[in-house]
Antibody, heavy 120, light 107 residues
Framework: EVQLVESGGGLVQPGGSLRLSCAASGFTFSNYWMTWVRQAPGKGLEWVANIKQDGSEKYYVDSVKGRFTISRDNAKNSLYLQMNSLRAEDTAVYYC?????????????WGQGTLVTVSS | DIQMTQSPSSLSASVGDRVTITCRASQGINNYLAWYQQKPGKVPKVLIYDASTLQSGVPSRFSGSGSGTDFTLTISGLQPEDVATYYCQKYNSVPWTFGQGTKVEIK
């Protein structure tokens, strides 16, 4: 059974940093693109970042470029999101998701999410 | 960047009704579009990818169509368990933008 479990969320002051983790199991992690998607309270979904299977390609939404870094450790079946210079508008539930990218690309499994609150 | 615009933002329909949600891309995205369902308090779930391919296990009352810039998600016979917010997402190129969502309620 595919499982994605996020951790690392919490309350942080503006300008602070946080590192999110996503532990994957039930599939060959190194075979898949992975992604982070966030959802501000009461708002819609926002794609944040993607990372290729071997970590050689990474893509970000403009609003987090230069502040967030997506990474992975295939030996540990883990995905990460390092978030620096956090702003109030980064407050959201952060989901990691597996990207099924055979003939097309879509997010077929999602974690339960971890809440990040940026506030003083 | 390509913008994704859904309409309506919300709708209320009766059980058994046919419901149609539209997603429009500001530029052509071929058929690189997925639809997700997010029930209240739950994690999003993919319903359709490649604009019209039904994900395994998704009820056949859900269908998708379109290509280029205009896409639709249709629920043929709305059920109480379909109460949710529905999102389209493009994946032809980054950023993988979502639409703003359509909230579906039962009348």
């Amino acid at each position: 059974e595919v499982q994605l479990v996020e951790s690392g969320g919490g309350l942080v002051q503006p300008g602070g940093s946080l590192r999110l983790s996503c532990a994957a199991s039930g599939f060959t992690f190194s075979n898949y693109w992975m992604t982070w998607v966030r959802q501000a309270p009461g708002k819609g979904l926002e794609w944040v970042a993607n990372i290729k299977q071997d970590g050689s390609e990474k893509y970000y939404v403009d609003s987090v470029k230069g502040r967030f870094t997506i990474s992975r450790d295939n030996a540990k079946n883990s995905l990460y999101l390092q978030m620096n210079s956090l702003r109030a508008e980064d407050t959201a539930v952060y989901y990691c998701a597996r990207v099924e990218c055979s003939t097309s690309c879509y997010l077929d499994y999602w974690g339960q999410g971890t809440l990040v609150t940026v506030s003083s | 960047d390509i913008q994704m615009t859904q309409s309506p933002s919300s709708l209320s329909a009766s059980v058994g009704d046919r419901v149609t949600i539209t997603c429009r891309a500001s530029q052509g995205i071929n058929n690189y579009l997925a639809w997700y369902q997010q029930k209240p308090g739950k994690v999003p779930k993919v319903l359709i990818y490649d604009a019209s391919t039904l994900q395994s296990g998704v009820p056949s009352r859900f269908s998708g169509s379109g290509s280029g810039t205009d896409f639709t998600l249709t629920i043929s016979g709305l059920q109480p368990e379909d109460v949710a917010t529905y999102y389209c997402q493009k994946y032809n190129s980054v950023p993988w933008t979502f639409g703003q969502g359509t909230k579906v309620e039962i009348k």
